[in-house]
């Protein structure tokens, strides 16, 4: 005889799916069917001043396979992202477990690492790029004063990258930091008195308690910090124009959707490329996942 449902438990299914439920609507609609429709709208070019799509099958995609600055976008998008992620979550890591610790003034602290995370991007970058000026900007006139030669931080197409990294860990790690700083919060005082009883340093406390028994909090900060570092675009846009020599080496993939989508309006193409992306991030994030099996420890 199948066990009834009692009204009690039926009760809670509904309120939690009714507290659930503007979550779910809200990815539905934002998320969900936006994938679709930008995977139907790459099978189609976009009609003369962008009205009437045509449909050309894969051709869309055939062209972005040769299309020598689609390449472009995407080493430039993957080196972004192997410069940002790792050194943010380093450095947020190292600033969580200081201002975990006894530390006067650590609300001060966490507040102000937090600020560039609210400041709007476009501000942020217009500081940034005073700062970078090659004639009148703050970080070469510092360099000048030591006598080191001043250097073009935007145009160069050797440093331009460099550059945008800079500013986008600058303004990623507050982030990562309460992040890592709520899962450092996590882990028991009895760990650490005990390995104080026996003898342990800061540095061996550091890796053989407080890394692995906040790997679970690291995780999510690395998956999601990729996803985001992949769809870098405000900064990149603001600081390069097409017409700067630096364009090849820091043009990314949702830049080049950008450009193409709304300059040129080539919606089904751009379309293209954003399905190359997002199939690039669903790759590294079934790795990740699949990873994180041998180095994440769940308490």
Not at 81 to 99: F, R
Not at 111 to 124: G, W
Not at 183 to 208: C, M, T
Not at 258 to 264: A, D, L, R, V
Request: contains cysteine; hydrophobic residues 50%.
């Amino acid at each position: 005889m199948k066990n009834k449902v009692s009204k009690k438990t039926r009760n809670e299914w509904c309120w939690g799916w009714f507290m659930v439920a503007p979550t779910i609507v809200g990815l539905v609609v934002l998320n969900i069917i936006p994938i679709f429709q930008t995977l139907y709208l790459s099978f189609f070019k976009s009609g003369a001043f962008g009205k009437g799509n045509v449909f050309v099958g894969l051709e869309n995609y055939k062209t972005m396979i040769q299309d020598e600055q689609v390449w472009y976008a995407v080493r430039n998008t993957l080196g972004y992202t192997c410069l940002v992620v790792p050194v943010t979550i380093v450095i947020a890591l190292l600033m969580a477990v200081a201002l975990n610790g006894k530390l006067k003034g650590k609300g001060i602290y966490r507040t102000i690492y937090f600020i560039p995370m609210v400041a709007a991007p476009a501000a942020v970058t217009m500081v940034w790029k005073w700062l970078y000026n090659s004639q009148y900007g703050l970080i070469n006139h510092v360099l000048n004063s030591l006598g080191i030669e001043k250097m073009n931080w935007i145009d160069n197409p050797k440093v331009a990258l460099i550059s945008i990294s800079i500013i986008g860990i600058w303004s990623t790690i507050g982030y990562s930091m309460v992040l890592l700083l709520a899962g450092l919060q996590e882990i028991p005082r009895d760990y650490y008195e005990a390995s104080n009883i026996d003898g342990a340093s800061k540095v061996r406390q550091f890796f053989s308690i407080t890394v692995p028994l906040v790997s679970p909090t690291l995780f999510f900060v690395l998956v999601t910090s990729i996803i985001t570092a992949m769809q870098v675009f405000d900064v990149i846009y603001m600081m390069i124009d097409v017409t700067s020599p630096a364009y090849n080496s820091t043009v990314s993939l949702v830049y080049l959707f950008y450009n193409n989508s709304f300059k040129y309006s080539n919606k089904g193409y751009g379309s293209a490329i954003v399905m190359l992306l997002l199939l690039i991030i669903m790759i590294i994030t079934v790795i990740q996942t699949k990873l994180q099996k041998k180095w994440v420890n769940y308490m």
